[in-house]
């Protein structure tokens, strides 16, 4: 059989040319550049580049001092103002208030009412509170989009929620739109009353799971009058509100302050979605209505009486984070169950991450919109912080040292106040500071577009894209455009503004990135021509085998 | 002992001072100029055979030809002869601070083995320095921080060299390369289908011919 022996000997000549075949085998995806490195590029987008416009300007009658329902409250030089009518509702409650001032608004009827003045002082003093539990950009089966889109950032939808006051109407713009209403935003509406309130505050749950409310630090007896459950906790209380039932908590606050209030149900994530909200007990005075809902929280543009006897201004400033793996389980899907199971067991809160950092609702740069701190000189302002992060806060105003006044709604002595540039806030605590404008080199450094913001540095970023998290500005008058922006480099924002800057594909300072290398034809040919070799010798082989046989 | 002690700490001392003045360092407001030796040969050399007078920029605008890059200089290879007095002009084009620092030259004579060219911002300085004899391929840089990395490095000849450095622009490929995606698109995978195929082919020709010998010779 002389044919089978040659084929034999052909064997050895194939394992050769196979071994200079993977020898010789060229880099097929990625390749090292030798001496010039490969052009630059421009980047790929996912989607086209969209800027969008820092200030939308689109109620600049809302920024003036003005008098609502006989509500006279400050001017707001805010690009995004708080609607005058909302505010007139929450000093005034829904059955004090005009229809006309009623309509302008989105709150139910019986979302606010204020009445009875017990004590003879010129206020209202039972105070009853509605609020229901809403979701942004959660999963919708009409749509490969989320539904209703609310932007913490240009492009950046996490799935949120948040209590608000009880509403009325449609949940979004307009017909044609996806965009949620004004009024559904985060963080949770910032609820004030005042000292020696009787209120009722009943949670109607219009969401898909259960939830409760619990007062942290706001005086509450343990159960209500009639032995229902007060403290909002399932396991010492009631069974959670469940969907489609309501629940009446009541408070009568005897000490005054900045507190909290929050969902207790699988608290961990509740409060992590934006269940929780700032909740503010005004020290008693004659004559003192209060602003009961601060929605988006921010410039408060009616204080109560004892604020103004020692501030110019107040902002409450509230700090959120997202995490996007818990964000994105209510957008995932649109059966309850499938969501509860994602949302309360598969996720993990001890392996969580947070990467979005809201300040007030919004993340840089969309916190220029509504959550500036406006100064003039010689002023004094009144913050409330409060920090509903997992992680610590270490709030940083440029330019300026603030002292505190209260820590968890309790005045420091005076004598023992301390006036210091970083105010750090862990999980749950809140900080009142007063904010001198007083140039002096301590409390000032003068007029400016002074930045403000966590000085963890995670808390500056999007989701690792920086700048944006929870910066925002303190803007003196002098250095605000009519439309509420401040006087900035024209380019400034442009980067920040834009989503595929946002989306991590555009890079910084207009850069290009780096390319790619051309494919090394000769190499590959020559290759392809061995391998071609190889087969054709084999088959040879194969079928000259088997005739043999 | 102590006269002996206190005649070592003379010496010593004595000797620092001299290797601060030696070659010295030769400063201003606008830059400085380390072991400028315009007239002093090394052992090897007898004369001076070449006075080679070269102008090296310095600054960003250089590097802008070359991708990736940040810093680097207009040229970056020279040659000379040996025993050439090198005068160089270096001239920084930038508003920071660049180098031209030369490595590798006898330490009897340079102290460190460097001649350098230090300029604070825009401006120039020139030094001099006179090479050995051998051939040799001098490690040219500039030390401000990441400035070598990213661009500023050359080689001076003397001779023939004694070979090319790394990763000097538009003439060596570095020693870590980055790499980079290819390019591919449909027609790199067409061309590799098309080659496997005249591969194959043409061993199916050559059994052809094969098989057509082997019959032709039993006939």
Redesign the interface.
Not at chain 1, 514 to 519: D, Q
Not at chain 2, 196 to 202: H, P, R, T, V
């Given at each position: 059989m002389p044919n089978k022996v040659l084929y034999y000997r052909l064997i050895p000549v194939v394992i050769t040319l196979i071994a200079l075949a993977v020898w010789l085998q060229p880099?097929?995806?990625?390749?090292?550049?030798?001496?010039?490195?490969?052009?630059?590029q421009l980047p790929q987008l996912s989607k086209p580049l969209a800027i969008a416009k820092p200030c939308l300007d689109e109620h600049p009658e809302w920024r003036a001092a003005q008098t609502v329902d006989g509500v006279a409250m400050a001017e707001s030089l805010l690009c995004e103002p708080d609607n005058p009518y909302n505010v007139a509702a929450a000093v005034k409650g829904m059955n004090n208030i005009s229809m006309r001032t009623l309509m302008s608004t989105h709150m139910a009827e019986d979302a606010l009412t204020k009445s009875d003045d017990l004590d003879g002082d010129g206020d209202p003093d039972i105070i009853r509170i509605k609020l229901e539990v809403l979701e942004l950009n959660g999963a919708t089966p009409d749509s490969p989009n989320v539904f209703p889109t609310y932007d913490i950032a240009p492009g950046i939808q996490p799935g949120i929620w948040a209590f608000s006051p009880k509403l009325r109407g449609m949940s979004v713009k307009n017909f044609r739109s996806n965009k949620a209403n004004a009024i559904l935003r985060a963080p949770s509406p910032v609820i004030r009353i005042e000292q020696g309130d009787k209120v009722y505050i009943t949670l109607e749950n219009t969401h898909y799971f259960p939830h409760t409310l619990h007062f942290h630090g706001v005086d509450h007896s343990f159960q209500t009058a009639s032995g229902g459950d007060n403290d909002g906790v399932p396991i010492t209380g009631e069974k959670p509100v469940m969907p489609g039932a309501t629940r009446t908590y009541e408070l009568q606050p005897r000490h005054a302050g900045t507190m909290l209030y929050h969902c207790h149900v699988q608290t961990d994530k509740h409060l992590l979605m934006g269940l929780n909200g700032m909740f503010v007990v005004e020290e008693n005075r004659p004559n003192n209505w209060v602003q009961t809902f601060n929605i988006g929280a921010g410039h408060v543009r009616y204080s109560s009486a004892a604020i103004k006897e020692k501030y110019d201004r107040e902002y409450d400033l509230h700090y959120q984070s997202i995490d996007k793996n818990l964000a994105k389980t209510i957008q995932e899907s649109n059966d309850i169950r499938e969501i509860s199971k994602q949302m309360h067991r598969v996720y993990n809160m001890s392996e969580s991450n947070e990467n979005y950092f809201m300040l007030n609702g919004h993340s840089f740069p969309y916190t220029l919109r509504d959550a500036l701190i406006i100064a003039k000189p010689d002023e004094n302002i009144k913050l409330r912080l409060a920090n509903t992060q997992h992680s610590n806060i270490a709030i940083h105003i440029h330019g300026h040292k603030a002292t505190i006044t209260d820590y968890d709604g309790v005045a420091v002595n005076p004598v023992a106040q301390i006036t210091r540039d970083v105010y750090d806030l862990s999980a749950a605590q809140r900080l009142d500071l007063n904010l001198q404008t007083t140039n002096d080199g301590l409390h000032s450094y003068g007029e400016g577009v002074w930045l403000f913001h966590d000085h963890v540095e995670t808390g500056v970023a999007n989701d690792g894209i920086s700048p944006g998290g929870n910066i925002a500005l303190m803007v003196y008058e002098s250095m605000l455009n009519p439309n509420g922006m401040p006087m900035v480099r024209e380019d400034a924002l442009d980067d920040v503004l834009t989503n595929s800057f946002q989306n991590k594909e555009k890079p910084l300072w207009n850069k290009k990135e780096?390319?790619?290398?051309?494919?090394n034809?000769v190499h590959?040919?020559?290759?392809?021509?061995?391998?071609?070799?190889?087969?054709?010798?084999l088959?040879?082989i194969i079928r000259g085998l088997n005739k043999a046989i | 002992m102590k006269y002996l002690l206190l005649l070592l700490s003379l010496l010593s001392s004595t000797a620092t001072f001299s290797a601060m003045n030696h070659g010295g360092m030769i400063m201003d407001e606008k830059g400085m100029i380390m072991n400028h030796t315009p007239d002093k040969l090394p052992k090897d050399c007898k004369e001076i055979s070449e006075d080679v007078d070269i102008t090296i920029r310095g600054g960003h605008k250089f590097a802008k030809d070359?991708?990736?890059?940040m810093f680097t200089y207009d040229k970056r290879e020279w040659q000379v002869p040996g025993c050439a007095r090198v005068n160089v002009t270096f001239i920084n084009e930038d508003d920071i601070r660049h180098q031209f620092m030369l490595h590798g030259l006898p330490g009897y004579m340079y102290p460190k083995g460097m001649f350098t060219i230090e300029v604070y911002g825009k401006g120039q300085k020139t030094g001099s320095f006179i090479v050995p004899s051998r051939d040799y391929t001098y490690y040219i840089h500039c030390e401000v921080s990441t400035h070598t990395e990213k661009g500023m490095k050359a080689q001076l000849k003397v001779g023939k060299g004694s070979g090319d450095l790394d990763s000097i622009l538009?003439?060596?490929?570095p020693l870590t390369?980055?790499?980079?995606?290819?390019?591919?698109d449909r027609f790199?995978w067409l061309?590799?289908?098309?080659?496997?195929?005249?591969?194959?082919?043409?061993?199916?020709w050559l059994?052809n011919m094969l098989a057509r010998k082997i019959k032709k010779s039993s006939n």
């Open positions: 880099a097929f995806f990625q390749r090292a550049a030798g001496i010039n490195l490969p052009n630059g780096p390319g790619l290398l051309a494919p034809y590959l040919i020559l290759w392809g021509l061995l391998i071609g070799l190889i087969i054709g010798l088959t040879f | 070359f991708n990736g890059k538009g003439l060596t490929a390369p980055d790499y980079y995606p290819v390019n591919n790199t061309s590799l289908a098309f080659s496997i195929l005249i591969g194959a082919l043409l061993i199916s059994s």
